[in-house]
């Protein structure tokens, strides 16, 4: 199965005929939906991730190039490319160092960085970082990619192993020449920020703006997994490595400050405005309310969080016996409120299958891959060492090639007259145009039958069967009123999805 790539003619902009979807703003393509899914990796814009703790003096490169061939191969259209602010900081249970480089300020000392390299000069940007930001979007818009570029990192600044999370940071006292000094991401993140720091990040988002405002095929994303109105557990902080749980600001109003400040940006230089995406806050106060700080933003599209009720004081899906939330189990009906990009990284870290991306796709959402598989390369590696905390590269193939599967249906059905209906199916998981067209997906193929509300009409039938990834066409279909009618999959039992479209 090959994919011609569909370049972004202009900017996207939330739909306002079906608002679950992007449309392009302006010229051939405006009018048509826009389904985003991909699989992302910390590393896709940095250098320097690698196994063990520390890491080499010549920090380790991603083949860009090959990353893009790897996601065009599989069918994919979206990059989250990833913002990490630490010059030395660790994850994967510390089985991983990230060392992340460059950095958007150049290094000059006098002195040296935690890292051993020269201190930073915050009032100096380093043409270098932002030259190879603008050339990975523009590769990528080539091929017919979109970019979701992340601003700011909040996971790292507290959740990552200490002390590295703060004192790996470029505005840590030790790591540069301006006597700025952060000592937790309250520094960074909460408001109100010291004058300084706040000037040195708004000049900072302003040069990211400029640098990329031209390219149609862009979105930007605030933070990742910023700090919310909440505190772990002790048994939480010890899993990462702390005496106890720290106490961590709201991040909130400074997300809001951030899609201020890149709105008005645009704005006031005349650019072309972009979606702007808020992510989810970890911890927050309330886990049933997670998401309420995103929908409540300016921000155009959303990656939510698990906001199942089991998993309030404290617990989680990531916990050993947890039950998958239900993002990834039965994901909720994407209402139009705000354009979903559903990321595996807010409820299901580590986890990814064919049905999960199929399920979110025929729930109105847009499926990326927390893809952890790629964190030892792009290519198969064997099996990974029981204490790597990194699952093998072949675990995540059937998510990833789904992916691309829900794309090619996504791309050749009238998706933007199509809304998701949980009762037009006994399945549960329906895209539908009454009348027109029906994407109906049956997430196990054991029970036998299953039943689709139909208007009248003549129907073509295309059945696809998710696990092979085979389609077959049948007998058109004929119904003569408005009924409730009967379908068997023709695969051996297992997943499968129906097609119906008006003849």
Excluded at 331 to 345: E, F
Excluded at 380 to 389: I, L, N
Aim: proline share 8%.
């Amino acid at each position: 199965m090959t994919f011609t790539p569909v370049r972004a003619d202009g900017p996207l902009a939330v739909s306002t005929r079906n608002p679950r979807y992007f449309t392009p703003a302006s010229g051939s393509g405006a009018g048509r939906a826009v389904y985003l899914t991909g699989s992302h990796i910390w590393n896709n814009l940095h250098d320097g991730m690698g196994p063990g703790p520390d890491g080499p003096d010549e920090p380790e490169q991603m083949d860009y190039r090959a990353y893009l061939r790897f996601l065009i191969e599989r069918g994919h259209n979206f990059i989250r490319l990833w913002r990490w602010e630490q010059v030395r900081s660790q994850a994967a249970g510390g089985n991983y160092h990230l060392n992340m480089t460059p950095q958007p300020w150049m290094r000059t000392g006098p002195g040296t960085a935690k890292d051993g390299k020269p201190r930073f000069d915050l009032q100096r940007l380093d043409e270098a970082f932002f030259q190879r930001l603008r050339d990975r979007v523009a590769a990528a818009g080539e091929v017919g990619i979109y970019v979701g570029v992340m601003l700011f990192d909040g996971w790292a600044l507290h959740l990552s192993p200490p002390p590295d999370h703060i004192e790996g940071h470029p505005f840590h006292a030790g790591n540069n020449v301006n006597g700025i000094s952060a000592n937790s991401i309250n520094d960074l993140q909460v408001l109100p920020l010291g004058p300084r720091v706040q000037a040195l990040q708004e000049a900072y988002v302003r040069k990211v703006v400029d640098t990329l405002h031209d390219l149609p095929n862009l979105l930007w994303e605030v933070a990742n997994e910023s700090s919310g109105d909440g505190k772990v557990t002790d048994e939480f902080a010890a899993f990462l490595g702390m005496d106890k749980a720290p106490t961590w600001g709201d991040s909130t109003e400074w997300q809001y400050w951030v899609i201020d400040t890149v709105k008005r940006h645009e704005a006031a230089c005349g650019y072309d405005m972009h979606p702007i995406g808020m992510t989810m806050q970890f911890p927050v106060a309330d886990q049933t309310k997670v998401n309420d700080a995103l929908l409540g933003s300016r921000a155009e599209w959303i990656s939510p969080g698990y906001d199942d009720e089991i998993f309030t004081n404290g617990r989680h899906p990531m916990a050993p016996g947890s039950p998958a939330s239900r993002w990834f189990a039965d994901p909720p009906i994407a209402d139009g409120a705000k354009v979903v990009i559903s990321d595996t990284d807010h409820y299901a870290p580590g986890q990814g299958d064919a049905l999960w991306a199929w399920k979110s796709f025929l729930r109105g959402h847009h499926p990326i891959l927390m893809d952890f598989g790629l964190i030892a390369g792009l290519e198969p590696a064997g099996e990974s060492t029981a204490d790597s905390g990194v699952p093998p590269f072949e675990s995540y193939e059937p998510a990833r090639w789904a992916m691309g599967d829900t794309r090619r249906y996504a791309e050749r059905i009238g998706l933007i007259d199509m809304s998701p209906r949980r009762d037009s199916a006994s399945t549960g998981y329906v895209l539908a145009n009454p009348g027109s067209e029906y994407l109906v997906l049956d997430p196990d193929g054991e029970n036998g039958a299953f039943t689709v509300d139909l208007l009248d009409g003549a129907y073509q039938v295309e059945w696809f069967d998710i696990t092979n990834r085979e389609t077959t066409v049948c007998e058109a279909l004929d119904v003569k009123s408005a009924s409730t009618v009967e379908f068997s999959s023709p695969f051996p039992p297992g997943p499968a999805v129906l097609y119906l479209s008006r003849a």
